[in-house]
Nanobody, 125 residues
Framework: QVQPVESGGGSVQAGGSLRLSCVHSVDTYNRCVAWFRQAPGEEREGVAGIYTANGGDRYADSVKGRFIISQDKAKNTVYLQMNSLRPEDTGMYYC???????????????????WGQGTQVTVSS
């Protein structure tokens, strides 16, 4: 299976935390692995990305200072630690990967070929 598998979503109150996991069944060296989210009726948007070769990361302005993306290379797993959650963080969260670093295009949905099925995050006020 080449598609990543996400887990860790759930329902929390505003101010709470969740940690999402994205597991790849293939070697993810030299990949940009990114988290995206999509709210009902909205376009899919990039949340955070990490370059697996050196851990370099990127964040959307809306989550800077609240979310942290990290990786466990031995497990081919990328995490998204989400703190101080807000109702506007609600949505389906997807993991995706592309070959190479997370350049200026890291949040462009069209750049990614392999996508997971998503995990739902719901934040109530």
């Amino acid at each position: 299976q080449v598609q990543p598998v996400e887990s860790g979503g759930g329902s929390v109150q505003a101010g709470g935390s969740l940690r999402l996991s994205c597991v790849h069944s293939v070697d993810t060296y030299n990949r940009c692995v990114a988290w995206f989210r999509q709210a009902p009726g909205e376009e899919r948007e990039g949340v955070a990305g990490i370059y697996t070769a050196n851990g370099g990361d990127r964040y959307a302005d809306s989550v800077k200072g609240r979310f942290i993306i990290s990786q466990d290379k031995a497990k081919n797993t990328v995490y998204l630690q989400m703190n101080s959650l807000r109702p506007e963080d609600t949505g389906m969260y997807y993991c995706a990967r592309l070959t190479g670093a997370c350049g200026y295009h890291w949040s462009n949905v069209r750049e990614y070929k392999y996508w997971g099925q998503g995990t739902q995050v719901t934040v109530s006020s």
